[in-house]
């Protein structure tokens, strides 16, 4: 039950896109289409921002896309925003059990 | 609305017992799986259990088998955990959170409470 693989940081300007990794095993994000991504503002509760691989839930910018391909999960954020700022974490179904990322702190410049 | 709120944390010597409990409303909650997820100050989240619409099925993360019990009681819209044993490591803000439908996301979470283990 290891955690999945997420650069600790990335930063792009107000306008540019940037794309979050998250890197497990065949025997989760490889596995199963059930990757979800999550945003959380300090002292925040986690928000649901894409389920099962590339779904937006209602009311998330269409700004949020997500993929997959092998045992690597993206989330790619375009015509970033200030409040966008924010730690985003990938979770994956394992079987059973949930696994997550360790999370990665978006910095908009 | 859905809500989810938390209750029950707290400081507690290692070794100590805590149950915490999480107070669903907005949604018919008998018709969710819902589960407990922990997040360590500056770490990530980490699933820690599930439990069926029923109660029939529950599902826990290796670290914390033999020692956390999932528990729910649909008549008053609630979700337990019973944690005993506990260790320093089981310092986190420990969240509520409900399954979609289909069981393949978190789709509400709580606010979270925080448990401190600490001597």
């Known amino acids: 039950q290891s955690a999945l693989t997420q650069p600790r940081s990335v930063s792009g300007s107000p306008g540019q896109s940037v794309t979050i990794s998250c890197t497990g095993t065949?025997?989760?994000?490889?596995?199963?289409?059930?990757v979800s991504w999550y945003q959380q503002h300090p002292g925040k509760a986690p928000k649901l921002m894409i389920s099962?691989?590339?779904k937006r839930p209602s009311g998330v910018p269409d700004r949020f896309s997500g993929s997959k391909s092998g045992n690597t999960a993206s989330l790619t954020i375009s015509g970033l925003q200030a409040e966008d700022e924010a730690d985003y974490y990938c979770?994956?179904?394992?079987?059973?059990?949930?696994?997550f990322g360790g999370g990665t702190k978006l910095t908009v410049l | 609305e859905v809500q989810l709120v938390e209750s029950g944390g707290g400081l507690v010597q290692p070794g100590g017992s805590l149950r915490l409990s999480c107070a669903a409303s907005?949604?018919?909650?008998?018709?969710?799986?819902m589960n407990w997820v922990r997040q360590a100050p500056g770490k990530g989240p980490e699933w820690v259990a599930n439990?069926?619409?029923?109660?029939?099925?529950?599902y826990y993360v290796d670290s914390v088998k033999g020692r956390f019990t999932i528990s729910r009681d649909n008549a008053k819209n609630s979700l337990y955990v019973q944690m005993n044993s506990l260790r320093a490591e089981d310092t986190a803000v420990y969240y509520c959170?409900?399954?979609?439908?289909?069981?393949?996301?978190?789709?509400?979470w709580g606010q979270g409470t925080l448990v401190t283990v600490s001597s």
């Open positions: 099962d691989v590339s």
């Open positions: 439990i069926k619409q029923d109660g029939s099925e529950k």
């Open positions: 959170a409900r399954h979609d439908s289909s069981g393949t996301h978190f789709d509400y």
């Open positions: 979770c994956s179904y394992a079987g059973t059990h949930w696994v």
């Open positions: 907005g949604f018919t909650f008998s018709t969710y799986w």
């Open positions: 065949s025997s989760d994000v490889g596995g199963y289409n059930y």
